[in-house]
């Protein structure tokens, strides 16, 4: 896995040059360019906001927007990161035939090209919770939101990572991107996203512990709402899934490497 790693940071140019490509390609003849990346999340946040906020949120709305973005930022990237990650290898398959380079370096191609999108939409977030902080009952320490950086760290080695996986699994069984979709949809609805965690405390806390989006999203939300860093707990619960994720990742690749150049 280390040498896998080292020949992808070799040939970073020609990453980098994909993700530049993949930018152009999705932008072309736009108008507002990557500020699209934008439009769906803050949609999402003003009709949830203004429909469902008094159900799902309470009525403080300086709480539940930037509860909001933060959500819709943050599983938009692994949502993303997961689907578009599993048609990696099928996209790049000329890429695949002309030279035997990591195949680490196609799902990180598109991991890459997602993660420009969310940092704009988590950045947009970061500056409405701050926009909103005043009316908040805990003062946020501003040294706090660097705290965000481990969480942040980590959900990208798990987008990587499942990117990663599906995109093996899908050349083997190409139905995997669509079960992917109907499996986002499930789990978005199953993750305290639009209504906040406490509607499952006592009644569904098992998942909340066990919902990998959820670990990710505490570790992000946590410095921004709450003002203070993820408890040591939360940071051994996200450092245990990347690891996991990782291992999955590095065996999969290991078994099935060799042999996907057959299946495309």
């Known amino acids: 896995m280390i040498q896998n790693l080292t020949t992808v940071w070799r040939f970073r140019h020609f990453l ?5 490509l993949d930018l152009r390609l999705r932008y072309r003849r ?29 009525d403080d709305l300086t709480r539940y927007v930037p509860h909001l973005l933060i959500g819709l930022a943050v599983w938009g990237f692994l949502k993303e990161s997961a ?5 990696a290898f099928l996209q790049s398959e000329s890429y695949i035939r002309q ?33 909103y902080q005043p009316y908040q009952p805990e003062p946020t320490d501003p040294l706090a939101i660097l ?20 995109a093996f699994v899908n050349v083997y069984f190409q139905d995997t991107q669509h079960l992917l979709e109907v499996a986002a949809q499930l789990l978005f609805f199953l993750t305290p996203i639009i209504y906040t965690a406490g509607k499952l405390v006592g009644k569904a806390w098992w998942w909340l512990e066990l919902n990998p989006v959820q670990i990710i999203l505490e570790l992000i939300r946590t410095p921004l709402m709450k003002g203070h860093p993820p408890t ?3 940071l051994l619960a ?14 999969t690749a290991a078994w099935l490497r060799k042999r996907v150049i057959f299946h495309l």
């Open 147 to 166: 705290s965000i950086v481990p969480g942040l760290i980590l959900m990208f080695l798990v987008a990587w990572s499942a990117a990663t996986i599906f």
């Open 30 to 58: 736009s108008i507002l360019g990557v500020g699209w990346s934008l439009l769906n999340p803050i949609a999402m946040t003003i009709v949830f906001a203004l429909v469902f906020s008094k159900i799902l949120g309470g």
């Open 232 to 234: 040591a707990d939360r």
């Open 83 to 87: 689907t578009a990650g599993s048609r």
């Open 99 to 131: 030279s035997p380079l990591p195949l680490g370096i196609y799902p990180l191609r598109v991991v890459l090209g997602q993660a420009i999108h969310s940092t704009i939409a988590i950045a947009v977030a970061v500056v409405v919770t701050l926009v």
């Open 238 to 251: 996200g450092l245990y899934l990347a690891v996991v994720m990782i291992t999955l990742a590095a065996g």
């Open 16 to 20: 980098l040059a994909l993700v530049r």
